[in-house]
């Protein structure tokens, strides 16, 4: 139970607090408490779009992520996911000067399938069971007023034996051509009686859709086919403890440095700070084939599953080799320690030490994922 402390603002008269005042357990105390340490209140993790690990611009590929923790979803016409940058000073809140926004357009969408999504799945089913919630963003529209649907999915993975997905919508708002905070409010069902599956992946996924067609008209409370320009920012869903009101917006960290780690759990990127950056260090094996060790900055959420780069050579302090390809090794991979087996074209001498690293530029990477 918190300790409350008396509900007074002067103590200075000499007051004498009466049992009643002793006793009060939701004063001031209790305030500060849900002020001060708002952490882990929002449940999305880069709700402001401030990390963006992969230098993402722009995506029309459905199950891309683009700004860490977010991806699109798509089908039909074409659906583009966007990076914007906000003018200093344009930010939708003042006192937080946000640097970046997401942008999602819809065009040439007729199928009954038809969808434009952004989403985000939270680590485990079980967040959120049986309780209230409400979802808070701020949205701008490119012109009219189009809408903005919000569903709530809870997937058990069935594909492992897990119960069948539920979606339960939390409604649609119609937006304007000016930046507003809107929020809506939902009952997330208990997971009483579900089979959670055995992968690592069952989540809620958290989805704004900007157009869809029929097929999805219980998710998005008939938001039907739209063909738009929808602008989103300062996303949060945090339990509903008091009425229906939004709190003020807040990353699930509250710290830059906090947000960037929460997204590495799920997706890590090296990028070379100079033309020879060092990625990580090991040996070969063969002569097109060498076994490197990378090592993570946080403990991630599981052993990543696949690896993406770009310009990596491999050096034994006297020769270059091209990396043509990069792969996990699953059998020497864990949640803390990544190994990459990348190949050349030949030349590589068993046993022999090699350095991954950075082909004469500052663009290239090696990244790691273990997105849901």
Known sequence: MAVGFPAKTNFATGDVLTATQMNDITGTLNLLQSTLYPAGRNKIINGDFNVNQRAFTSTTTSGTYGFDRFKLLATDGTSTY???????????????????????????????????????????????????????????????????????????DPATGGSATVDTPAGKTAITTSWVRYSLSVAIPSISGKTIGTSTDPAVQVQFFTSAGSTYNTQTTTLGIQTTTID?????????????????FQTASGSIGGELALCQRYYYRITATGAYGHMGFGSAYSTTQARIQVQAPVYMRTSPTSVDFSTLILYDGNTTYACTTCAID?????????????EVASGLTAYRPYILMASNSTSAYIGF????
């Open 369 to 372: 994922s273990a997105e849901l």
């Open 330 to 342: 699953t059998s020497q991979t864990s949640p803390r320690v990544s190994n990459v087996i990348p």
């Open 82 to 156: 966007s990076a914007q940058t906000f003018t200093p000073g344009d930010a939708p809140v003042a006192g937080y000067e946000a640097k970046n926004f997401a942008r999602l357009v819809s065009t040439g969408q007729t199928l009954t399938t038809a969808r434009t999504v952004l989403t985000q799945p939270i680590e485990s089913v079980r967040t959120f069971a049986n309780q209230s919630v409400i979802v808070s963003f701020w949205a701008k529209a490119g012109s009219g007023t189009p809408s903005v649907a919000v569903n709530i999915q809870q997937y058990f």
């Open 232 to 248: 989103l920012w300062g996303i949060q869903i945090e339990a509903a403890s008091t009425g229906s009101t939004a709190s003020p």
